[in-house]
Antibody
């Protein structure tokens, strides 16, 4: 079964850091394009980051550029989101998702993980 | 403020048909970029419902159908069932923003 499981969410103070992990099963992240998407409370979904199958192409939304980093570990079959300088408006459920069409962020996302809640508050 | 506009809520009785609209602009849906739909039921991961405007992944019932015209797209759900209750999101690509964009989501209530 193709599946994604996020971990690493939690409560962090403003200005702090957190690293989210996304473990894949049923497929190899090394041959797939992967993304992070978030949903703040009461808001719609927001795509925030993409990494290509080779890892050589990375996109970040302006809202997180300079603060967040996406990476992958093929040996662990996982994708990561390093989040620094966190702000209150980063509070959200963070989902990882695969881009099976391999057309970057122009295609659909499938599957999605169940999400990791990140709360930024003092 | 989401780039794509969806109604906040829709409702219908069991067995009825409902449609959820997704309004965009000339830089996304109107530019010919495909629209995809997701179902997000309480306590579960978002699930792909429709991809490339009209296609259903394996396992998605044919009660769900997608269409688009001009700068808008629609998701139709026929024969409403209680288990359809949840949130529905549309997604496309915006050439001005050069990123994937979503609607604000629509909460479906089965009366």
């Amino acid at each position: 079964e193709v599946q994604l499981v996020e971990s690493g969410g939690g409560l962090v103070q403003p200005g702090g850091s957190l690293r989210l992990s996304c473990a894949a099963s049923g497929f190899s992240v090394s041959s797939n394009e992967m993304n992070w998407i978030r949903q703040a409370p009461g808001k719609g979904l927001e795509w925030i980051s993409f990494i290509s199958s080779t890892g050589t192409t990375i996109y970040l939304a302006d809202s997180v550029k300079g603060r967040f980093t996406i990476s992958r570990d093929n040996a662990q079959n996982s994708v990561y989101l390093q989040m620094n300088s966190l702000r209150a408006d980063d509070t959200a459920v963070y989902y990882c998702a695969r881009s099976p069409a391999r057309v970057g962020t122009r295609g659909w996302f499938d599957p999605w993980g169940q999400g990791a809640l990140v709360t930024v508050s003092s | 403020q989401s780039v794509l506009t969806q109604p906040p809520s829709v409702s219908g009785a069991p067995g009825q048909r409902v449609t959820i609209s997704c309004s965009g602009s000339s830089s996304n849906i109107g530019a010919g970029y495909d629209v995809h739909w997701y179902q997000h039921l309480p306590g579960t991961a978002p699930k792909l419902l429709i991809y490339n405007n009209i296609n259903r992944p394996s396992g998605v019932p044919d009660r769900f159908s997608g269409s688009n015209s001009g700068t808008s797209a629609s998701l139709a759900i026929a024969g409403l069932q209680a288990e359809d209750e949840g949130d529905y999101h549309c997604q496309s690509y915006d050439s001005s923003l050069t990123l994937a964009v979503f609607g604000g989501g629509t909460k479906l209530t089965v009366l």
